[in-house]
């Protein structure tokens, strides 16, 4: 049931909410808009009705407005934007401590809210939160990296993972995790419309939203190369349903270094069509 609900004291009607709504079912009649129960089912779930009343007239879904933040105001400036951009650095120094449990929620229920197709929203954000998890997943992974070497099993191609194994075993040098206390992994059902896609932009979004907050981030190409093509088992060991499109890991956790400004990369590959 979606709930939609006006509050006909203050709706203006204005009009919209009808025509923003992606599945074009809010329709404007004597009484203001109203969408019929017939067509409830082909609504987006994605509020944007809500969003856009200029006098916070309409709830769906149970949300009221008075819930929701308003963006006049309170949105940072492009200046700002550009400059978390620009400063983001891919942390590969990590102090041995957990984050705040509130501030791992914060950056897992933010990062969720990154968009998706067709708005499905069924990105699964796995996350190991405790770094005594964390070193125990690391130590089981990379011995079994060291077992599959001993046994000649790993895949071709893959043999880097030798000097990799080496540097852990003879001098605890951690190339794949980087020390770091946390890991997030984004999957998504092999159902969705876009599982991969939708799980590189919530791990984008979750990269950029733990800069501004002075968490350090890597996005983790060995560790995906190691679920995906040398030891497949890891993610059962993670829980990550069978049927999920792993779409990529990250490691993350308070950073051991501190960056103090941008640096400036070479000008953007752009391919302009006439």
């Known amino acids: 049931m979606l709930n939609f609900k006006v509050d006909t004291s203050t709706c203006i009607n204005c009009g919209l909410c009808a025509s923003d709504c992606p599945a074009k079912i809010i329709m404007m009649g004597d009484n203001g808009p109203a969408i019929a129960t017939a067509d409830e089912g082909r609504c987006y779930r994605c509020q944007h009705c809500l969003a856009i009343c200029p006098k916070g007239a309409v709830s769906i879904l149970g949300v009221l407005p008075s819930a929701c933040a308003p963006l006049e105001g309170n949105l940072p400036s492009a200046d700002q ?16 401590e957990n984050l705040d449990p509130a501030l791992i929620a914060r950056l897992l229920n933010v990062a969720w809210q990154g968009a998706s197709a067709r708005n499905e929203r069924k990105v699964l954000l796995t996350v190991i939160d405790d770094r005594k998890v964390m ?3 690391r130590a089981e992974t990379l011995g079994a ?3 599959m070497i001993r046994d000649n099993k790993l895949p071709p191609g893959r043999e880097r993972f030798i000097d990799i194994v080496a540097a ?3 001098k605890k040098i951690d190339i794949i995790f980087r020390g770091a206390p946390h890991l997030v ?14 799980c590189l932009i919530a791990l984008t979004t979750f990269e950029l939203f733990a800069s ?14 190691v679920m995906l093509e040398i030891w497949p088992a890891l993610r059962g060991k993670l829980g990550i349903p069978e049927d999920h499109v792993i779409g990529f890991s990250m490691v993350f956790g308070k950073p051991a270094v501190k960056y ?6 070479e000008p953007a590959w752009i391919a302009r069509v006439h």
């Open 81 to 96: 934007v550009e400059i978390l951009i620009r400063g983001r650095r891919t942390v590969r120094r990590y102090q041995d």
């Open 135 to 137: 070193e125990a997943f």
């Open 145 to 147: 990296l060291a077992r």
């Open 168 to 170: 852990w075993e003879n």
């Open 185 to 198: 992994v984004a999957s998504a059902p092999k159902t969705c419309a876009t599982p991969e896609a939708d």
């Open 212 to 225: 501004s907050l002075g968490v350090g981030t890597v996005w983790s190409g060995m560790l995906q190369w």
């Open 260 to 265: 103090t400004r941008t640096v400036r990369h």
